[in-house]
């Protein structure tokens, strides 16, 4: 069975530090690693989108990068500012007949940027 | 483009009765997942649904279930509602194939009393 975990469960910086944010899973026969956004009380939005074969992505100040023979992910955020303040979370979907769009998440890491 | 849409966007009910909350997913979507959020349990995955079929179910009870229309909106109904249903209840779109991304909508607030 997938598990998905995230380090820190929590993290507050002054703003303009760059930050890493940890995600792990369990299984590496993955079909792609999704980072999602989500603001309290709110939907999810997704970040940044990487496939299996693929290494890294960037948008903008974010770089999300995967090791699927070790089963990590790591999200940079350079520059980090108080809008930026929100839960990350990571969430892959698994390979195989009857996985089918299904993504296992994890806890999520609930980031503070203090101005 | 628009994106996924949900309502209601907040909803009370009392044990025992039973909601349906709806879906319409990104125009050219077909498949649509429901998860349910809550602070003990994180993002649990429900079910998903691909050109009307369940494609695949997550573990839960019975009381919950769901369906696909033909223009790719969806519904999920629960029924018999128990206290430990309150949560936020997210759908997501995403076009056929493995490699897309995956869409949320802003969610459905339950709450149970």
């Known amino acids: 069975k997938q598990e998905v975990t995230q380090i820190p469960a929590a993290l507050s910086v002054p703003e303009g530090e760059n930050l890493v944010l940890n995600c792990s899973f369990t299984?590496?026969?993955?079909?792609?690693l999704q980072w999602f956004r989500q603001d309290p009380g709110k939907g999810l939005t997704s970040l940044l989108l990487?496939?299996?074969?693929?290494r890294e992505q960037t948008s903008g100040r974010l770089n999300a990068s995967l090791d699927k023979s070790s089963g990590r992910s790591t999200l940079y955020i350079a520059a980090s500012q108080p809008g930026d303040s929100a839960t990350y979370l990571c969430?892959?979907?698994?390979?195989?007949?009857?996985?089918?769009?299904?993504?296992?998440f994890g806890e999520g890491t609930q980031l503070t940027v203090n101005p | 483009k628009a994106g996924v849409t949900q309502t209601p966007r907040y909803l009370i009910k009392t044990r025992g009765q039973q909601v349906t909350l709806s879906c319409s997913p990104i125009?050219?979507?077909?498949?649509v997942s429901w998860y349910q959020q809550t602070p003990g349990q994180g993002l649990q995955f429900l079910f998903e649904?691909?050109?009307?079929?369940?494609?695949n179910k997550g573990n839960f009870p019975g009381r919950f279930s769901g369906r696909q229309f033909s223009n790719s909106r969806s519904e999920m109904n629960v029924s018999t509602l128990e206290l430990g249903d309150s949560a936020l209840y997210l759908c997501?779109?995403?076009?056929?194939?493995?490699?897309?991304?995956?869409?949320f909508g802003p969610g459905t607030r339950l709450t149970v009393t």
């Open positions: 997501a779109s995403s076009l056929s194939g493995h490699t897309y991304e995956q869409y």
């Open positions: 299984d590496s026969a993955i079909y792609n």
């Open positions: 990487i496939q299996s074969s693929q």
């Open positions: 969430a892959v979907k698994e390979s195989g007949e009857t996985s089918g769009s299904r993504l296992t």
């Open positions: 125009s050219g979507h077909r498949s």
């Open positions: 649904y691909f050109s009307e079929t369940q494609r």
